[in-house]
């Protein structure tokens, strides 16, 4: 008998399918992981927001009849643009802000997902440093 070497087609096939799996698998997996690296920057600038109200709170007192605007935290334009989301104008960007008038340290940071930033559609920072998703 004569020894074949080589493989068979359907072996062929199996390690196709096999791989095809993979690749179907890690695309969805590397597209997860993109959309959190988006969130990132977005969590990042709404961290310093919060900061930057929390030392305006501090340096206001208790006057609260308007909230404050990107200027009066201290930023200028475009200190708050990252590659994904924008402080934009006066915080007609991704971002926007409440206070409690009546218990100024409760405060609440919003950002809205961009264009092209996929789930949670925006979140939310309170006083306390907690994130809340809203899908």
């Known amino acids: ?23 179907g698998v890690s695309v969805s997996i590397m597209h997860g992981r993109v959309n959190s690296a988006k969130w990132a920057e977005g969590k990042a600038i709404t961290g310093t927001i919060a900061r930057a109200l929390r030392i305006h709170i501090v340096e206001m007192g208790d006057d609260f009849a308007n909230v404050p605007t ?25 971002f926007s802000w409440v206070i409690n008038s009546n218990s100024p340290m409760d405060f609440l940071v ?20 907690t994130f809340t998703e809203t899908p």
């Open 1 to 23: 008998m004569e020894s074949s070497r080589g493989f068979t087609l359907i072996e062929v096939m199996v390690v196709i399918v096999v791989v095809g799996i993979l690749a």
């Open 70 to 94: 990107l200027e009066q935290l201290g930023f200028e334009a475009g200190h708050l643009d990252g590659t994904y989301f924008s402080g934009g104008e006066s915080g007609a960007g991704n």
């Open 110 to 129: 919003t950002t809205t997902a961009p264009a092209g930033v996929d789930s949670p559609s925006q979140i939310t920072l309170d006083h306390a440093g």
